[in-house]
């Protein structure tokens, strides 16, 4: 019996929509069993000669501001990389100016080396597949430091946020920039607004599968269980998370519309 599928028809129905109200973050917070540690080895992969270059390290043109889409990004550009800037533009994230539906997604980040904190305040940003509202909504995949750092496992870097733990945590020392490479398929509704497939990712961090054509039980929620709205094609967006965390960076992004 696949139960995987039973619960994503469940939370479909609105199953557990009843009591939300009193729904804490802990409920969905899953602390083992751990992933296995895997050592990553070192790689960079240029952008293919069909990709779209969202960032090559020059300029910001494709993206702007998520609280505002009318103004630039605001985030730090220097050295090749940029940098979360929480006090750029009412302390948003930023997002693709073109929407996408299915594509390949290569992504370079990394927190730095002097990192503190611990737990989900240590170098947290999220790469959202697609946001399908303004703030925080939409399809995560988490960014964290989750090298010895320990948190809830459906949390940590490589996990679809408070749903699905990654198959390994291959996480690079703070410092070390480190790989993703996703393949994400929108999900398609039916004309009633009903799920008629389901969203799925398959990801590797550092070249390891951290998601194997996993199917989402809808966008991630910091409280509550996840449940489909319908949507179109969305945009992608990364994630100012506004902890005191020291800020993240981000290089050579590119997509291949699929």
């Known amino acids: 019996m696949n139960y995987r599928i039973i619960l994503a028809s469940l939370l479909t129905a609105g199953y557990f929509t009843a ?30 000669s069909d990709a779209i270059v969202l960032f090559d390290g020059k300029n910001l043109n494709e993206w702007v501001s998520s609280a505002d889409n009318s103004k630039p990004s605001g985030w730090t550009l220097a050295d090749g990389a940029v940098t979360v800037n929480k006090a750029a533009n009412g302390g948003g994230g930023i997002v693709t100016k073109r929407k996408f539906t299915n594509y390949q997604l ?6 730095p080396a002097n990192i503190t904190g611990e737990g989900q305040g240590r170098g947290n940003s999220g790469l959202f597949l697609a ?99 319908k949507h179109g094609p969305a945009p992608i967006y990364l994630q100012s998370h ?17």
Do not use: C
């Open 106 to 111: 290569h992504l370079e980040w990394r927190v």
């Open 242 to 258: 506004g902890d005191p965390s020291e800020p993240v960076s981000f290089r050579n992004i590119w997509v291949r519309e699929l």
């Open 19 to 48: 009591g939300a109200q009193n729904a804490k973050p802990e409920d969905t917070e899953v602390w083992s069993p751990e992933p296995k540690v895997v050592t990553t080895g070192k790689s960079f992969i240029d952008a293919p």
């Open 131 to 229: 946001q399908i509202a303004q703030g925080d909504a939409g399809y995560e995949l988490q960014i964290l430091d989750s090298y010895k750092n320990k948190t809830y496992v459906n949390g940590m870097a490589g996990s679809i946020y408070k749903q699905f733990p990654p198959l390994a945590n291959a996480t690079k020392a703070p410092g070390e920039w480190q790989t993703y490479d996703v393949v994400w398929t929108a999900p398609i509704f039916n004309e009633d607004g009903s799920v008629k497939t389901p969203a799925k990712v398959t990801a590797f961090l550092n070249g390891v599968l951290v998601q194997n054509n996993t199917e989402l039980l809808g966008p991630s929620l910091y409280i509550g269980k996840p449940s489909y709205k």
